[in-house]
């Protein structure tokens, strides 16, 4: 029990810095080396795949960090997007399409849809970490040959149509979904960080088997 209140401490921590890290990206951009600017991108994806992995590892999942996972890889995305958008039009798009997946999200949350992430949501993940990395290469021409430009825009392309993909799966998950698994009345914060915090919760809400607070 121990090591598992410990871990989950660990990886909502983690999950928590990949957002705060973020919001820090656009101060930090052109204070640092262009090499290491690109390698903190690729460490910050990579905290993703290991929070996640841990999660699920040691089954402490909880609706705190599937939706900070949620909030901190979109924020992520959207700020290095941001940057780009004013060198590439097809980082706007993605930009724009990335924002979309954000509020449909949102308004999951909102209307008490179920939060588990897909396998297409976490193939998405990857490939616009691949296809924003390839384009900060080509920013600040670290790499910037023709070969690379191709490569870039494949992924843009792909990166474009799975986003198309999950926003049109959400939409349908969201139609689907009728229960009414959080219709619950707090009685105190204790009620709140049990919801958030307590992964039986979580997992009995994802299958449909809401347990009394």
């Known amino acids: 029990m121990k090591e598992e209140i410990v871990m989950k401490i660990f990886v909502n921590l ?53 939706y900070m996972d949620t909030l901190a890889n979109k924020v992520l995305n959207i700020i290095l997007l941001i940057m780009l958008s004013d060198k590439s039009k097809m980082s706007l798009i993605m930009l724009i399409l990335e924002i979309s997946i954000l509020i449909i999200n949102s308004i999951g949350w909102i209307l008490k849809k179920k939060t588990k992430s897909s396998i297409l949501g976490r193939a998405k993940m990857w490939a616009i970490g691949i296809t924003i990395t390839l384009e900060y290469m080509n920013y600040f ?34 139609i689907k979904d009728d229960n009414k698994r959080l219709n619950i009345k ?28």
Do not use: C
């Not at 825009?153 to 799975?162: E, S």
């Not at 009685?187 to 809401?210: C, G, R």
């Open 141 to 174: 021409n670290i790499i910037n040959i023709d070969v690379n430009h191709i490569i870039v825009n494949l992924f843009i392309i792909i990166t474009t149509i799975m986003q198309i993909l999950v926003i049109v799966d959400y939409v349908i998950k969201f």
């Open 14 to 66: 983690l999950t928590t810095g990949r957002l705060v890290i973020a919001l820090l990206l656009p101060f930090i951009k052109n204070k640092i080396f262009n090499n290491f600017f690109i390698g903190s991108i690729i460490i910050i994806f990579l905290t993703d795949f290991i929070d996640g992995k841990l999660a699920r590892k040691y089954n402490i999942q909880t609706f705190f960090g599937s």
């Open 186 to 213: 707090l009685k105190s914060w204790k009620d709140l960080a049990y919801i958030l915090f307590n992964t039986d919760y979580y997992n009995s809400v994802n299958q449909n088997k809401i347990q009394e607070i």
